[in-house]
Nanobody, 125 residues
Framework: QVQLLESGGGLVQPGGSLRLSCSASGLISSYYHIGWFRQAPGKEREFVAAISGSGDVTSHADSVKGRFTISRDNAKNTVSLQMNSLKPEDTANYYC??????????????????WGQGTQVTVSS
């Protein structure tokens, strides 16, 4: 089991940047694919980005491609989500999650076994 803790959320103006961090602890945290998901009020949870256990492979949702970048530092057991050119529609609670067995499943929230508590991102002028 992996324990996850998100940080870095906050209020930012449109066009601004934020960097979210997901700190992982537990057994062999570098073994797990890690994903970022978000959920806005009244909306379903949606996939944002994922990174393989080794950090060699990434996937980003079309809605954030070119603006968000996921990365990981296994020595520090940390996965980051750099968010640039933020838009009001990026406003949501952002969660990191661990666990899919197959890289082909990383966009499916149901395939993740461990979740953090979330960090709120609000993009507003």
């Amino acid at each position: 089991q992996v324990q996850l803790l998100e940080s870095g959320g906050g209020l930012v103006q449109p066009g601004g940047s934020l960097r979210l961090s997901c700190s992982a602890s537990g057994l062999i945290s570098s073994y797990y694919h890690i994903g970022w998901f978000r959920q806005a009020p009244g909306k379903e949870r949606e996939f944002v980005a994922a990174i393989s256990g080794s950090g060699d492979v990434t996937s980003h949702a079309d809605s954030v491609k070119g603006r968000f970048t996921i990365s990981r530092d296994n020595a520090k057991n940390t996965v980051s989500l750099q968010m640039n050119s933020l838009k009001p529609e990026d406003t949501a609670n952002y969660y990191c999650a661990a666990g899919p067995r197959s890289w082909g499943q990383v966009r499916l929230g149901s395939e993740y076994s461990d979740w953090g508590q979330g960090t709120q991102v609000t993009v507003s002028s």
